[in-house]
């Protein structure tokens, strides 16, 4: 067939139009762009942080004022009374010992919260917070607590 073009007989349709068009490194440029789009996440860090709902016990994890309302609400309502640590070793229930028994994940904790638990002396809160979201504030203060349990565990 003959040279159509390019010095290894294939055809560069815009060789034509653009004399000094690299084709080889226009089709690499088109292949690594397509890859990087496609796949680029697999391979490049994410600059962007996970995404999670407002209102949320993970979104309030984030929220330092959030957290200073969830630890204030817990010492008014839990610390002072049946989580008190003035009380004696069998007493009192502590939530910080990186031992969930009533539950560990952020529902069923914000669940005991809301029912409390029969035949124990936690009383259910139901909705009765000041503020929308007091209820998954004070799961998230209770969560970020937990953060020395990874040292112990």
């Known amino acids: 067939m003959g040279n159509l073009g390019t010095p290894n007989g294939r055809y560069c349709a815009l060789n034509k139009t653009l004399p000094n068009f690299n084709c080889r490194l226009f089709v690499l440029v088109i292949f690594a762009s397509c890859f990087l789009v496609t796949c680029g996440d697999f391979f490049l860090p994410s600059s962007q942080s996970v995404q999670v709902a407002p209102g949320s016990v993970e979104f309030f994890q984030r929220d330092p004022k959030a957290l200073v309302r969830g630890n204030a609400i817990y010492l008014g309502s839990c610390a002072n009374f049946c989580h008190e640590y003035s009380l004696p070793e069998g007493a009192r229930l502590n939530l910080f010992d990186c031992s969930w028994v009533y539950g560990d994940t952020n ?11 029969k035949d124990k002396r936690m009383p259910g809160f139901g909705d009765n917070f000041p503020e929308e979201h007091d209820l998954n504030k004070v799961v998230a203060y209770l969560r970020s607590e937990e953060g020395s349990c990874d040292a112990i565990l």
């Open 107 to 117: 529902a069923e904790i914000a669940g005991v919260i809301r029912k409390g638990l």
